[in-house]
């Protein structure tokens, strides 16, 4: 069966950095498009950083210009570097990996920033 795992979570202090991880078994990430999302308590999901199976990546300007997402296919692993952490950007990260007719999500991993 199909499993996304997120990791990289934790407690960051403001103008920090972290890099999430979402490695999967089961699919071949090389042709999936990746969604980074997140979501705080109280507040809708929102996607934060898109990569396509092309590699291209898409951000909202919440996060343009601090928000990194790559891949690694040989790894089967995509990541999100986030720098100058704010507060505002607590949440909980999702992956989601999608390809025609098929959508896959993990479970998510936190990401607290605080002084």
């Known amino acids: 069966q199909v499993q996304l795992v997120e990791s990289g979570g934790g407690l960051v202090q403001p103008g920090g950095s972290l890099r999430l991880s979402c490695a999967a078994n089961?699919?071949?990430?090389?042709?999936?498009?990746i969604d980074w999302y997140r979501q705080a308590p109280g507040k809708q999901r929102e996607l934060v950083a898109t990569?396509?199976?092309?590699?291209?990546?898409n951000y909202p300007d919440s996060v343009k210009g601090r928000f990194t997402a790559s891949r690694d296919n040989a790894k089967n692993t995509v990541y999100l570097q986030m720098n100058s952490l704010k507060p505002e950007d607590t949440a909980l990260y999702s992956c989601?990996?999608?390809?025609?007719?098929?959508?896959?999500w993990g479970q998510g991993t936190q990401v607290t920033v605080s002084s």
């Open positions: 989601k990996a999608g390809a025609l007719g098929v959508q896959y």
């Open positions: 990569i396509t199976s092309g590699g291209i990546t």
């Open positions: 089961g699919i071949s990430f090389r042709f999936y498009n």
